[in-house]
């Protein structure tokens, strides 16, 4: 079983940087992939970007890719997301999710999920 917990996120102007995090606990977390997605009110979820367990492979989306960067600190059982040039149209409840190996783009394919943390940019 993983537990995930998000934090960090806010209120920011357009322009502004923003650190979201992803706290999981469960054994062997680092060979789980994990995925940050986000849902705008009214609208799906939507994928964001992905990391892979043992292999660290990325992915992004094409809204966020060269704005946003996703890491993981195995010492922490920790995955951040590192938002930068931030767009009203980020505004959302960002989550996150986990699953074995691979990271994949479809929210069915990972059985773990946060709580969500709302991210807000004015212009």
């Known amino acids: 079983q993983v537990h995930l917990v998000e934090s960090g996120g806010g209120l920011v102007q357009a322009g502004a940087s923003l650190r979201i995090s992803c706290a999981a606990s469960g054994r062997s977390f680092s060979s789980y992939a994990v995925g940050w997605f986000r849902q705008a009110p009214g609208g799906e979820r939507q994928f964001v970007a992905s990391?892979?367990?043992?292999?660290?492979?990325?992915f992004y989306s094409n809204s966020v890719r060269g704005r946003f960067n996703i890491s993981r600190e195995n010492a922490k059982n920790t995955i951040n997301l590192q938002m930068n040039s931030l767009k009203p149209e980020d505004t959302a409840v960002y989550y996150c999710?986990?699953?074995?190996?691979?990271?994949?783009?479809?929210?069915?394919?990972?059985?773990?999920w946060g709580q969500g943390t709302q991210v807000t940019v004015t212009s």
């Open positions: 990391i892979s367990g043992t292999s660290g492979l990325t």
């Open positions: 999710a986990a699953r074995p190996g691979v990271g994949l783009i479809s929210l069915t394919d990972y059985p773990y």
